[in-house]
């Protein structure tokens, strides 16, 4: 496996590198839930797009200011070491004993008092109405063996999708809204899979003056470039 590497200094000099590429970018993001769980927390992602890891990011150092930390892709964390300087780690899937090392680097993480683990159940980038969503059984096996150490986190699911709505440039549009507790690891594709198509009802059902104001959702990042 390959563990990360943080860096004060590097996380402190992305951060307005990545705060300049998504104010380029897009034309606001945008929660409906702002804040996150007290300790440390697992949270289980859709994965739409490379930009995924840089919005999560952007969350992070904005609203929950945790210790952050992510699964990566093997191939990915090779071709792109410095990732490893704001928390991503990864594992070789084709060798069981290095699975295990990445599982036990993961509850080492989950362990930390105000950890944030980042957890792409899907394994890949897949568009946010394809179904299933076709979790891998990473996610379910970590908070299982988690469970069984006893360790002390919250799991959280959050949803997102990029969309053209009202504005000449995309906007990006998250939910933290879990529809319902359950801690059966079976259920947690059914969570996510709840949580996403709710979100794209919501953005669906939108009238044009609605598109415009997104109801509900707080602006973290708003057209004109300001952060709130």
């Not at 563990?3 to 945008?30: C, M």
């Not at 071709?79 to 899937?93: C, E, T, V």
């Not at 084709?94 to 599982?103: A, I, Y």
């Not at 997102?160 to 939910?175: G, N, V």
Request: net charge positive; charged share 25%; proline share 5%.
């Amino acid at each position: 496996m390959i563990a990360a590497k943080k860096s004060a200094w590097f996380e402190h000099g992305f951060r307005y590198y990545n705060r300049y590429l998504l104010k380029k970018t897009f034309a606001q993001i945008a929660m409906d839930q702002l804040d996150l769980c007290e300790g440390a927390v697992l949270l289980c992602c859709n994965h739409v797009a490379w930009w995924d890891p840089l919005v999560l990011f952007f969350l992070n150092e904005q609203r929950w200011h945790k210790d952050a930390y992510g699964f990566m892709g093997h191939e990915g964390l090779t071709a792109y070491p410095f990732f490893r300087k704001l928390g991503a780690f990864s594992l070789d899937d084709r060798d069981p004993r290095d699975v295990l090392r990445g599982f036990r680097y993961a509850l080492s993480i989950l362990q930390k008092k105000d950890a944030l683990l980042i957890w792409f159940a899907q394994g890949e980038e897949k568009h946010p109405e394809a179904r299933p969503l076709g979790f891998s059984p990473g996610l379910a096996k970590l908070y299982t063996l988690a469970k069984h150490q006893n360790c002390s986190f919250s799991l959280k699911f959050l949803s997102l999708r990029y969309d053209f709505l009202e504005r000449k440039k995309p906007e990006i549009l998250i939910s933290t809204k879990n529809p319902y507790a359950n801690d059966d690891p079976l259920a947690f594709e059914k969570i996510a899979t709840e949580q996403l198509t709710t979100l794209t009802n919501t953005i669906a059902s939108w009238t044009t003056n609605e598109r415009r104001i997104t109801p509900g959702f707080t602006p973290l990042l708003r057209r004109d470039g300001q952060e709130v």
